[in-house]
């Protein structure tokens, strides 16, 4: 089945579909984008929440086992299984023809698609405090790093902070270290 109102365009396929753009407006717009739903069904991977690296007490006293429960088996598990609806009904939305509800859920999938991949990451990037996690970064490789960058330790928390507020959304922001530049 064929949506929307010009063929000439380029494509992009993925499984089970395929996505053309009007070359002649240069946008995406939804009356200029055909959808292509093939024959071609496949089983809807859904999302599972990883399980924990650590014990749901393993962060305490920083973070508690209480807060963790909330966080964890709750605050994360709405975006999994809010994503995993959003598909749902999406991969529905491709089956019936239905391009315009297939646009309107996408923000929806990126958001909680968003929430529990920066969940997943959070969770890896903690570290029980009988592994040094809750510690003051007073020394080491990383100190050194951002006192290089930023200043001193205090100064990256104020900018850092700065930056993750002005983010859309939960303000989720991560500073990250790259090997080869």
Not at 138 to 156: C, P, T
Request: hydrophobic share 35%; proline share 2%.
């Amino acid at each position: 089945m064929m949506l929307g109102q010009n063929a000439d365009s380029f494509t992009v396929k993925g499984k089970g579909m395929s996505v053309n753009k009007n070359h002649f407006d240069n946008s995406f717009s939804r009356s200029s984008v055909v959808m292509q739903a093939t024959a071609e069904k496949g089983e809807l991977k859904k999302v599972v929440q990883k399980t924990l690296p650590y014990p749901m007490n393993g962060l305490e006293p920083v973070i508690s086992e209480n807060l963790m429960n909330y966080h964890y088996g709750k605050h994360h598990v709405a975006y999994v299984n809010n994503l995993n609806g959003m598909m749902e009904k999406a991969a529905q939305a491709l089956e019936n023809g239905d391009f315009n509800s297939y646009v309107d859920l996408s923000q929806n999938i990126k958001f909680n698609g968003g929430g529990h991949l920066n969940h997943e990451f959070f969770w890896e990037s903690l570290s029980p405090t009988n592994h040094r996690g809750g510690k003051e970064l007073a020394s080491g490789k990383l100190h050194d790093m951002i006192k290089a960058n930023f200043g001193d330790v205090a100064s990256f928390k104020t900018k850092f902070s700065g930056v993750a507020a002005a983010i859309q959304g939960s303000g989720w922001a991560w500073l990250c270290y790259s090997k080869q530049t």
